[in-house]
């Protein structure tokens, strides 16, 4: 009997931590995905078309967008645009089948010392001098990418890389289009819903926190019922 109820609580509390967990990742959408939809929504109201994300884009930005790390000063980043790199480098670490590799068109790099949510990202990172308003409005963009990336402490990474090539042919992904998991940041247009864009390290302390108080009720439970 004892036994049955112990079982019991510890389902129950398993059951709370899965569902905060859930709660969590059902806050925090795709920063990178969310930043695709203000490009286009500001494209829509300038009777622009809506750019395709690309998947394969996105990983390369946050490719690039990593490899600036340590760059960062006073909100400005400096760091070397090499094609090379990209076809070299990016490509292969992203799983971009190379044949596929199409035209980069043109790219938004920014850095801020801390965290910005998608909607002030837009405003103060990707638009914010006139090569990057030309760049966003230029109609023959087809496709984009953004990657994200930063650690909790800052500072944080944005990039946004487009495309004039036409939409599926470029920059097509490995393995029916899941390509190669990214452990840092995320980027758009990826199947990862809960991507925070902050460091793993981050979340995963986050999510060590839940668990370490839902094994302390468990065990002072046990102790009381018995
Ligand atoms: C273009 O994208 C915006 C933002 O995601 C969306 O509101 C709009 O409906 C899209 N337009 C078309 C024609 O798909
Ligand atoms: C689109 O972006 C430009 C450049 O930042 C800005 O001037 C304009 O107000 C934006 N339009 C909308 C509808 O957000
Ligand atoms: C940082 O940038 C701000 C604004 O652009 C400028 O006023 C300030 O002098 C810069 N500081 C350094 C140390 O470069
Ligand atoms: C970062 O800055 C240093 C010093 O300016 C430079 O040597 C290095 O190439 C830069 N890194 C990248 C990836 O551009
Ligand atoms: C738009 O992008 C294309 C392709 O990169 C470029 O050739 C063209 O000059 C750009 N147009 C404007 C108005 O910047
Ligand atoms: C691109 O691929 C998606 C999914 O694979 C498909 O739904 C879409 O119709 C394709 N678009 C074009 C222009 O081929």
């Known amino acids: 009997m004892e036994m049955k109820k112990l079982r019991l609580l510890r389902l129950l509390f398993e059951l709370i931590f899965s569902f905060s967990a859930l709660a969590d990742a059902a806050t925090h959408g795709n920063p990178a995905n969310e930043l695709v939809q203000m490009i286009n929504f500001n494209r829509s109201s300038h009777r622009l078309s809506n750019l395709t994300t690309s998947p394969g884009l996105g990983c390369m930005a946050l490719q690039y967008a ?20 990209f076809t070299e480098v990016f490509a292969p670490n992203c799983g971009v089948e190379l044949p596929t590799f199409g035209t980069l068109s043109g790219h938004i790099l920014s850095c801020r010392s801390k965290y910005l949510k998608p909607s002030l990202a837009f405003d103060q990172v990707v638009v914010n001098d006139k090569k990057a308003i030309s760049l966003v409005s230029n109609k023959s963009l087809i496709d984009v990418g953004v990657g994200i990336v930063g650690d909790h402490k800052g500072p944080f990474f944005w990039c946004v890389l487009f495309s004039t090539d036409k939409v599926n042919s470029t920059f097509v992904l490995e393995g029916h289009g899941e390509g190669i998991k990214q452990r840092k940041g995320c980027f758009s247009g990826s199947s990862s819903h809960s991507s925070s864009c902050t460091s793993n390290a981050h979340r995963n302390h986050k999510l060590s926190q839940k668990y370490v108080m839902a094994v302390i009720c468990i065990y002072i439970l046990q102790h009381w019922i018995t």
């Open 66 to 85: 990593e490899s600036c790390k340590g760059n960062c000063s006073n909100n400005t980043v400096h760091c070397r645009w090499n094609e090379d790199d």
